[in-house]
């Protein structure tokens, strides 16, 4: 069975960090790009960061560049989505999602990555990030 499951999400003041986990079972995340994404109440879900398969490669959206970090551990099957300098801005749902194949997309020919909810085949459920002092 398939199965994405996030953890690490909280309460935190503005300026802290906070570290997700994805942990992947049912199939081996080495073979598929790794996106997280995050949706706020009201507002649609919108591409936070992506990490390819093929080489590790990370892209992330300019609302969170310089701040989150995402990696992932093919010998865990997990990825993480490091967390620092928070912003109430940040205060969302995130949910990791898996894509199978090597790149990011619109990444496979060096262009700029264009994440979309429609390009990844399994989601986990969701940790709530608040970032409030």
């Known amino acids: 069975q398939v199965q994405l499951v996030e953890s690490g999400g909280g309460l935190v003041q503005p300026g802290e960090s906070l570290t997700l986990s994805c942990s992947a079972s049912?199939?081996?995340?080495?073979?598929?790009?790794i996106g997280w994404f995050r949706q706020a109440p009201g507002k649609e879900r919108e591409g936070v960061s992506c990490?390819?398969?093929?080489?590790?490669?990370?892209y992330y959206a300019d609302s969170v560049k310089g701040r989150f970090t995402t990696s992932r551990d093919n010998a865990k099957n997990t990825a993480y989505l490091q967390m620092n300098s928070l912003k109430p801005e940040d205060t969302a749902v995130y949910y990791c999602?898996?894509?199978?194949?090597?790149?990011?997309?619109?990444?496979?020919?060096?262009?700029?990555?264009?994440?979309?909810?429609?390009?990844?085949?399994?989601w986990g459920q969701g940790t709530q990030v608040t970032v409030s002092s």
């Open positions: 999602a898996v894509d199978y194949g090597a790149y990011c997309s619109g990444t496979r020919d060096l262009g700029p990555w264009e994440p979309s909810i429609w390009d990844y085949n399994y």
């Open positions: 049912g199939f081996t995340l080495a073979s598929y790009v």
């Open positions: 990490i390819s398969s093929a080489d590790g490669s990370t």
